[in-house]
């Protein structure tokens, strides 16, 4: 099998596995890095939302072979480590506007949400309600209201 090797939460990582392997499976099930979750495998749920060089992106779409060895992928695992801190203020406002109802799909809402702040900043704004409004990830326990309050405070705090 070939040889893929990436930059994954920060460290060098390098797997045998065939090229045409989703990414989702790479983290998921040869890693163990299960934050980034299976819902759709199309894309279109956005459970699995973590980011490649910090841009949001779905690995449940992604075979491993468009993955390269300079790309940074960043899972929910990963986040904390990016502020240098032991929760991302993104998952400390999650927790204070007590978001979670389930859970499953809270790692891809918070890594969107990290995104989407991130290209409002690098545009020179805040993030707005027409950005909040662009962010599609479904959430079946419908905490939707929750979401935003939480992305709004989190975004103030870094």
Request: hydrophobic share 35%; proline share 5%.
């Amino acid at each position: 099998m070939p040889e893929r090797t990436f930059i994954l939460n920060g460290k060098p990582v390098t797997v045998d596995i065939e090229d045409d392997v989703r990414l989702l499976w790479v983290l998921r099930d040869v890693l163990g890095v299960t934050g980034p979750k299976y819902g759709c495998g199309l894309g279109v749920c956005q459970a699995c939302t973590s980011h490649i060089n910090g841009k949001a992106f779905n690995p449940c779409s992604v075979p491993v072979k468009d993955i390269g060895r300079d790309d940074e992928i960043t899972t929910i695992e990963g986040l904390p480590a990016t502020v240098g801190k032991d929760l991302h203020p993104m998952q400390e406002a999650w927790l204070e506007y007590d978001v979670a109802q389930c859970g499953y799909c809270q790692p891809g809402q918070i890594m969107t949400a990290v995104a989407k702040v991130r290209q409002a900043r690098e545009e020179g704004r805040d993030i707005s309600e027409a950005d909040l409004d662009e962010i599609r990830n479904i959430c079946r326990c419908g905490t939707y209201h929750r979401i935003r309050e939480a992305i709004v405070a989190g975004a103030k705090r870094y």
